[in-house]
């Protein structure tokens, strides 16, 4: 049965922002686990950290995008019985930080059930780094912040909330125009950041008259809508 597993974030997607300590991780375990959503699908965490596990075994985890919980409760039975009847200390990947929407919480659910050593190797959480691909704090002061998932509820957050990450969609595009086209357009201002890190990464920042919506639907675009402060005008 597995000694202990490492639930290893490795980050946004570039390679210079894995960590120290996910690198010596990744170096000393017997076997490198993969979420993937789709068998046969290449996984964005294995290409960060591939260099670096080369010559170790690597085994895919299934985790499909599917609404159907129940569903979902039996891959990550079987992703659970896959990690736990490996020899010695294993990792299992993730992008960003293992804490934060990841794939690999339902799973360490599972093994912190049965007993099993669980380690999480923090990664840089995608908000973060986005915001720093904008050149801009996240927040400051005692500004307040929330991260929406999905993004489905996002009239109701203006004008709570400073600072508002939008993530995981691929209907961003439509979700901003739509919340942000009922008379609240000239109070905030939005960065994007689609894809980032990757090859064909696009930056943008600016009220929504600014922003082009084209290619920006993607699961790996993020959003960070700011109210204007007046010092900002």
């Known amino acids: 049965m597995v000694e202990k597993v490492y639930g290893v974030g490795v980050g946004p997607g570039d390679k210079e922002l894995l960590t ?26 294995y290409y960060i950290v591939r260099d670096i596990v080369e010559g170790k075994p690597v085994e895919e985890l299934l985790f499909p995008m599917i609404g159907d919980r129940e569903r979902l409760k039996e891959y990550y039975q079987r992703a659970f019985d896959s ?35 669980v380690e999480v ?18 927040v400051e002061g005692e500004e307040k912040l929330v991260i929406l998932p999905r993004g489905e509820d996002l009239e109701r957050y203006l004008g709570v909330f400073d600072t508002i990450v939008v993530m995981k969609t691929k209907r961003l595009g439509e979700i901003l125009k739509r919340a942000l086209n009922r008379g609240e357009r000239d109070k905030y201002l939005i960065g994007i950041v689609s894809k980032g890190f990757w ?7 600016g009220g929504i008259e600014d922003i082009d919506f084209q ?5 790996l675009s993020l959003a960070i809508i700011k109210r204007i402060k007046r010092e900002d005008i």
């Open 121 to 138: 190797v923090n990664g840089v959480p995608s908000p973060v780094a986005c915001a720093g691909r904008l050149n801009i704090p996240l």
């Open 215 to 219: 290619g920006i639907n993607h699961y």
């Open 20 to 45: 120290l300590k996910a690198v010596k991780v990744l170096k000393k375990v017997e076997r490198i686990f993969v979420p993937v959503s789709k068998e046969g699908r290449s996984s964005l965490a």
């Open 199 to 205: 090859e064909d990464e696009k930056i943008q920042w």
């Open 83 to 117: 990690v736990k009847s490996s020899e010695g200390e294993v990792a299992v990947i993730t992008l960003g930080d293992p804490t934060l929407y990841s794939t690999f919480s339902y799973l360490w659910k599972l093994l912190k059930r049965n007993n099993i050593p």
